[in-house]
């Protein structure tokens, strides 16, 4: 018996519907949208989300980790010859940093908050103990000739008295002090005339269990852009070291959390109170975290390029009109006058030349970019590493002879490598976000497949339909079973 009509065209009338159905999820994009949508709700800073805990508290474990630049010529470096430098690290920190005084404003819409940041010394992952000495530059006697350059009679008593104590322009300390202060002769005896003066010199002097100020950040509540996005630093909405509006504009989070639903296109800010300014980073490559899918988006060489490929970065000549240079940031300024220019580790990205006047330096971009990987539909960091190089803007002082005939160098001191790796506990969580994601993405294409196989089958039941009477009883019952 033949199957009946009706029935092999409601197989084909299913097949065109699922396909219809199908297709049109698939262009109009819906269950992706709604489960955006949602992760847009969701990631806002409100008492109680994980997105608040995971920015109140960050999970993963943060390292610091800092490289030194130990001096191995300093006598022909005096003659003015070029600086030869050996690096030795990592010197390895665990960095907790929670969000403390956390007070919500305006019905969520704001919330303030400190960042405190607390460092623990890591002996299994140091190369050494913090007692291990460096020979650097001398910065706090730099500081003080760059301040007393112009005043010759003051300058000279300086030198003097630098000569009768045996302060010279290099000077060799642990890394324990280099980091985190220690009482400098010179800076003592220049307390008799100026007593407000701080006699601890320390490259993170005061940073260890306290905070860079009060933020004001947007919670994300009415635009999910604005996703910890600081509004307010220390109660001012720009910055004033540097001469122009752009560069002195505070753009962006802290760098810590980025909003959810990023493409690839898009440009995400960031203010970083070390390094005195607002940045952007750009996406470059696709990545894998634990299994998780990631951007990774990095500074782009603009941001920190010459005026000539990069006319907007005049604002960073300071003073005004005064260019070091691609890849070089003269932060004296946010630095309580210390002769202090950022760069990234090994002068990467930097001019040729910065590479070239120190012996020992090799830019890598794997060890030495700053990169952040992250997941673009929560907006999750999966993996950062934030790289930066402290220098010290070297010269010769005319009237302190402790600076000899040396060269005009910036100086490298010591690089930083600030880094996180998500937890496996997060991981876990943001898997199964990414696997409903999948499941859920696919919905359209599982139609369109079913679609297609009831349309087989359609073809199929209507080949048999057309041929001879005697073939189709012949296999019959396979059928109608
Ligand atoms: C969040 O809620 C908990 C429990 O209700 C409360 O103890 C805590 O103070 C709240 N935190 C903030 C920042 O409002
Ligand atoms: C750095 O150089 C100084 C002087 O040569 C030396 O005493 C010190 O041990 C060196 N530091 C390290 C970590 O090797
Ligand atoms: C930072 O402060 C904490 C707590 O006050 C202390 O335990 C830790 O040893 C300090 N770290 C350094 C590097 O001094
Ligand atoms: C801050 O953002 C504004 C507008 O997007 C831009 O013009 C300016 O250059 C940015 N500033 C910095 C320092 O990134
Ligand atoms: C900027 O850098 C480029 C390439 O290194 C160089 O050709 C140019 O002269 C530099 N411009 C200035 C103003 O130094
Ligand atoms: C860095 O900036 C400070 C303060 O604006 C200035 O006095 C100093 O000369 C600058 N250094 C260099 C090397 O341009």
Redesign the pocket.
Known sequence: MPLKPWCVYCVGASSLLTLIIGISLALSNVFPGFLQSRVKTEVVLK??TEA?EAW?DPPAPIYMQFYFFNLTNPGEVLDGERPAVVEYGPYTYREYRPMEE???QENGTR?SAVNRKTYIFQRDMSRGPESDLIRTINIPAMTVMERFKDNAVLANLISAYMRSAGIGLFSTHTVGELLWGYEDSLLKALKVLQPELDDVFGLFYKSNASNDGEYMFFTGQQNYKDFARVDTWNGKSSLDWWTSDECNSINGTNGASFHPVISKNEVLYMFSSDLCRSLYAVYTDDVAVKGIPGYRFSPPFEVFANLTLNPANAGFCVPAGNCLGSGLLNVSACKQGAPIIMSSPHFYQADEKFVQDVFGMRPKKDDHQTAIDINPLTGFILQAAKRLQINVYVKKVPDFSETGNVRTVVFPVVHLNESVVIDDASAKKLQLIIVEKNVVENIPFMLIGVGILLGAIFMFLMCRQNVPESTVAERQPLLSS
Request: charge should be neutral; aromatic fraction near 24%; avoid cysteine.
């Open positions: 008492n109680g608040f109140a956390v007070v919500f919330v």
